[in-house]
């Protein structure tokens, strides 16, 4: 019977994970160059650079698996910024604030932070 409880437990907690799990709504087209802050070190980029490309690039590919995020975020230790969207990432976390036609919205997912070296100083 104990065994019936786990294998029911973890059905319920994946259930759970998938129910909880939304797409971003993120607006790719950006226009306003990227602010990127690392340890307080500060860097700008054109919306048209090989860094915003990538970005966008990877925003495509990670659309899926966010999970709503009540709880204010603290600065990352990389925070990425436009006028339409926050991502801050701390460690193996990334937290999006953006802002689209139905209104604004802060997501959490768990990341890989070494894709996000080509930004870093």
């Not at 973890?10 to 709504?25: N, T």
């Not at 990538?54 to 230790?77: C, M, N, V």
């Amino acid at each position: 019977m104990d065994r019936v409880w786990k294998v029911f437990g973890s059905f319920a907690l994946v259930i759970c994970c998938f129910a909880c799990s939304q797409d971003h709504q993120l607006d790719m087209s950006w226009q306003d160059e990227l602010l990127v802050v690392s340890h307080g070190q500060v860097t700008k980029f054109s919306a048209q650079s090989t860094e915003a490309a990538k970005l966008r690039q990877w925003f495509s590919e990670h659309r899926s698996g966010w999970e709503p995020y009540i709880a204010t975020a603290a600065e990352g230790d990389l925070q990425i910024k436009t006028a339409i969207f926050t991502l801050n990432i701390r460690g193996e976390v990334a937290v999006l604030n953006y802002q689209y036609n139905a209104g604004q919205e802060q997501l959490r997912k768990t990341i890989n932070p070494a894709d996000f070296a080509f930004l870093r100083p």
